[in-house]
């Protein structure tokens, strides 16, 4: 089984992720955590200390390249793996970011997404930008500003494959929204069995 988690940063997605894969294991079950990120961390903070914001376009073309080969790289592990296979982050990520940032679709990762494995369930982590910003401000480890976080919040809820994700509500603690997913994974797994 593969399953897909999404949502703005600062949702707890990869904590969700870590802690679910762990659970799966302590029960004696197989699980694979796959991370399918883009290099949005590092730019963030590259932009935020030199004081420049970097375009749209070349931000956009160097985190689809790195995300594009995370993806392949990941579904390749996948097909390999007997058990549960968590994505943290796909390419929805992406054609998200590409509506926050005003940049058309295009052509390539819809193709993409049509002819990689389908996931079982996609799971987006439902969080207020506020939150989220709260978050990534007390980590320190990446900058992300507000205005971003609501914008690519608007990029996930705009993307016409949105309406399939199953919403995970976020704003708990770490053990709660882990608690959440575990319950909702159990209830696709019944509606979904493979």
């Not at 897909?4 to 694979?32: C, E, H, N, P």
């Not at 935020?48 to 592990?77: K, Y």
């Not at 971003?148 to 053990?175: C, K, M, N, Q, W």
């Amino acid at each position: 089984m593969i399953i897909v988690l999404t949502g703005i940063d600062g949702s707890g997605k990869s904590t969700a992720a870590r802690a679910l894969v762990a659970s799966v294991r302590a029960r004696g079950g197989r699980a694979l955590l796959v991370n399918n990120h883009a290099g949005r961390r590092v730019m963030s903070l590259a932009s935020a200390r030199l004081g420049v914001r970097l375009p749209a376009r070349l931000t956009d073309a160097v985190e689809t390249i790195f995300r594009v080969g995370n993806v392949l790289l990941s579904h390749l592990r996948a097909s390999r793996f007997k058990g549960l296979v968590v994505m943290d982050r796909h390419l929805h990520c992406q054609l998200a970011l590409r509506h926050a940032k005003g940049l058309p679709r295009g052509r390539f990762l819809p193709w993409l997404l049509t002819r990689l494995p389908q996931p079982d369930a996609i799971f987006h982590f439902v969080l207020e930008p506020t939150e989220a910003h709260r978050r990534v401000a007390a980590r320190g480890t990446d900058a992300e500003s507000l205005d971003d976080l609501a914008a690519f919040d608007r990029g996930y809820r705009e993307l016409p494959e949105f309406g399939g994700f199953i919403h995970v509500p976020a704003s708990g603690t770490a053990e709660e929204v882990a608690a959440e997913l575990d319950t909702r994974l159990a209830a696709a797994s019944v509606t979904n069995p493979h």
